[in-house]
């Protein structure tokens, strides 16, 4: 069974501080996918991250794919208020595997 | 909006009752998922379809059944409700699927239920 393991589990912070979240795996995925889940709502592809060191960003969202595909991170700079959220990372084989995701929140 | 709507959005029963929960789609994607989201343990898998009248065991299937005769709807039955079974159920779909794959899953808002 693939599990993908996502640290750490909470999170908060004052805003414009920094944070990486991370995903880890002892499995090989063929790519990765991070979801940002808002209360009440189901969760929202942020990225997919497909070949081994790929890095994306996205605005102050910067992505990395692990070398080996086995792992990931999601950093951000200069944390807000409104990135407050459950964060995701899934990982595709055969199917579909998610983390049980980081919680964070920033406080103004 | 990704098309995909759940109902009923909130819903409270008891213990040994049967529970049909509805997810419908607007995208004609193959694909359909049903996941419950707990504490602790994420997003899990129930079950998918991989076209009408196809469907196949998730992680967490027992207790469960399935039901897809359209394209466009995807059922989640609990025969016989209980506890264990109060969570936060998507749906979810997307247009393709597997090891070949990175497709976007599209997830619904979610139905929480409860099971006194």
């Known amino acids: 069974t693939q599990l993908l393991e996502q640290s750490p589990q909470f999170l908060s912070i004052q805003e414009g501080e920094n944070l990486t979240v991370y995903c880890n795996s002892s499995?090989?995925?063929?790519?990765l996918q991070w979801y940002r889940q808002e209360p009440g709502e189901g969760p929202v592809l942020l990225v997919t991250?497909?070949?081994?060191?790929e890095v994306k960003k996205l605005k102050r969202l910067t992505f990395q794919f692990g070398d080996a595909r086995k792992d990931s991170s999601l950093h951000i700079t200069a944390a807000q208020p409104g990135d407050t959220g459950l964060y995701l990372c899934?990982?595709?084989?055969?199917?579909?595997?998610f983390g049980k995701g980081t919680k964070l929140t920033v406080n103004p | 909006d990704a098309g995909i709507t759940q109902s009923p959005r909130h819903k409270v029963t008891e213990t040994g009752t049967p529970v049909t929960l509805r997810c419908h789609q607007t995208?004609?994607?193959?694909?359909m998922y049903w996941y419950r989201q707990d504490p602790g343990h994420g997003l899990r898998l129930i079950h998918y379809?991989?076209?009408?009248?196809?469907?196949d065991k998730g992680e967490v299937s027992d207790g469960y059944s399935v039901s897809r005769s359209k394209t466009e709807d995807f059922l989640l039955t609990l025969e016989s409700a209980t506890s264990s079974q109060t969570s936060v159920y998507f749906c979810?779909?997307?247009?393709?699927?597997?090891?070949?794959?990175?497709?976007?899953?599209?997830f619904g808002p979610g139905t929480r239920l409860t099971v006194l």
């Open positions: 899934a990982g595709e084989g055969e199917k579909l595997v």
């Open positions: 991250v497909v070949t081994g060191g």
């Open positions: 995208e004609n994607h193959r694909y």
């Open positions: 379809s991989y076209g009408v009248k196809d469907t």
């Open positions: 499995s090989v995925f063929s790519s």
């Open positions: 979810a779909i997307s247009f393709s699927s597997g090891v070949f794959s990175t497709d976007t899953q599209y």
